[in-house]
């Protein structure tokens, strides 16, 4: 598991959030340690009160990239001016606070622990269908924590679904190590099913589908991107991390996937849905991994341009295979990963900008945020930011019609229409 370092500056909302991150975290296994130094990644939580404060959060984020192997940013800077970093040449990755704990897993499944109940955080409802998975990734020390797939059965998972509905939720996350492989030890891929008896319970509520690996989603991505299509409940989203566009690294990674198969995926998801998000992750660095082999994975970006991107340079994890291969060097992940990072950043981008002008959507109100803001999603999960809420009279848990008429990198801005 990865050692952290994290630092914190500002307000109390963002010292809570810094809780909350370590506190999943701390659930996934990884630990605190005293300074960067020591660290596996670190993680800044920005302020952005000031233009003095702005300085002294560019001066800090480049000193943690250089003593760190991956650095995470995030807090109100990161995501008011999350451009900055980019001009400055910061060699870290702009994320919302609840994207850390996943960006920080080195591609590892998330961990959920044998008694994961449904947690309702606001009007987000987390409920984990199943723990483990059915993959052996040389890379990953989750799968000695948590072994096989144990599914429950679909109704016991609607009535913690119902449950957290009536109790408030209006957005139901779905997670589990790979939620593609629901079912599989009773000997049938069943998150399709799942998810149209989910959508089936009275209320208006939307629900976001978590990661899923492409191999479990191939068997099952027709029948599951026609669940997709025909109800409105389901954010049109869809996490499959690839890791690698190189088949013969896939094969040392024992991903079980192919290249191939995650393509199809993607191309079934594009015939089934007009407007739809594709979040991915890609591993840089793996010690079996090529010049070729990581030109491989740039053209399988820009092929198939997820407009959610996690970028992780590999580091070893105690106990696993791939701990025992020969590293490469932390100069050449850097340098791998700064490109990918930049190719994402011009993907993202341009994925926000054709919004402007061009959507009007549905959205929901998951959260406030700063300044008078709250945070909405739309359809395909996208997140959209409307200011000077309280003029609006716009809350968590409202869903609101909005037209987009602006855009960062990461997000757009909408008005009420």
């Not at 990161?78 to 040449?89: I, T």
């Not at 020390?141 to 679904?161: C, L, R, Y």
């Not at 869809?238 to 024992?254: I, T």
């Not at 291969?325 to 992940?333: E, F, P, Y």
């Amino acid at each position: 598991m990865a050692r952290y370092h994290i630092e914190t500056y500002g307000c109390t909302s963002n010292r809570g959030e810094s809780r909350e991150i370590e506190r999943r975290l701390r659930d996934a296994g990884h630990y605190r340690v005293d300074g960067p130094d020591e660290a596996d990644v670190a993680i800044l939580n920005t302020c952005t009160v000031v233009e003095k404060t702005e300085r002294n959060m560019l001066r800090r984020a480049e000193e943690l990239a250089d003593e760190t192997a991956d650095l995470f940013i995030t807090g109100c800077m990161a995501l008011a001016q999350g451009e900055e970093f980019a001009r400055a040449n910061v060699d870290g990755q702009v994320l919302h606070w609840d994207e850390v704990p996943e960006a920080v897993t080195n591609g590892e499944c998330p961990t959920t622990t044998p008694d994961a109940e449904p947690i309702l955080d606001g009007v987000v409802g987390i409920l984990p269908i199943a723990r483990g998975c059915m993959s052996d990734c040389s890379y990953c020390i989750t799968k000695q924590a948590t072994g096989k797939i144990d599914s429950p059965s679909i109704e016991e998972n609607v009535e913690k679904a119902r449950a957290l509905i009536h109790a408030g939720a209006k957005e139901i996350r779905i997670t589990g190590q790979d939620t593609g492989v629901y079912g599989w030890d009773e000997g049938e891929r069943k998150l399709h099913r799942l998810l149209e008896a989910i959508c089936e319970i009275d209320g208006e509520f939307r629900v976001r589908v978590g990661m899923a690996n492409p191999k479990g989603v191939h068997g099952i991505r027709e029948e599951l991107a026609a669940v997709f299509a025909a109800n409105d409940e389901l954010y049109d989203f869809l996490h499959a991390p690839v890791q690698s566009g190189s088949d013969d690294v896939l094969g040392d990674m024992r991903r079980q996937h192919q290249v191939e198969e995650y393509v199809e995926v993607v191309e079934t998801f594009d015939d089934a849905l007009e407007y739809w998000t594709l979040s991915t992750d890609f591993i840089v660095g793996f010690p079996t991994e090529t010049d070729r082999d990581h030109e491989q994975s740039m053209a399988l970006l820009r092929e198939t341009r997820p407009e959610k991107i996690n970028v992780t340079r590999f580091s070893k994890r105690p106990g696993t295979d791939a701990a025992d291969m020969k590293g490469l060097g932390g100069t050449l992940k850097k340098e791998r990963s700064k490109a990918m990072s930049e190719v994402k950043r011009e993907i993202v981008r341009e994925a926000y900008a054709d919004m402007v002008g061009e959507r009007r959507e549905d959205c929901l109100v998951v959260e406030e945020g700063t300044a008078d803001s709250v945070k909405c999603r739309d359809s395909a999960y996208r997140q959209v930011i409307v200011q000077h809420a309280s003029e609006h009279g716009i809350e968590p848990g409202d869903f609101v019609d909005l037209e987009i008429t602006a855009h960062e990198t990461m997000y757009a801005f909408g008005e009420p229409v």
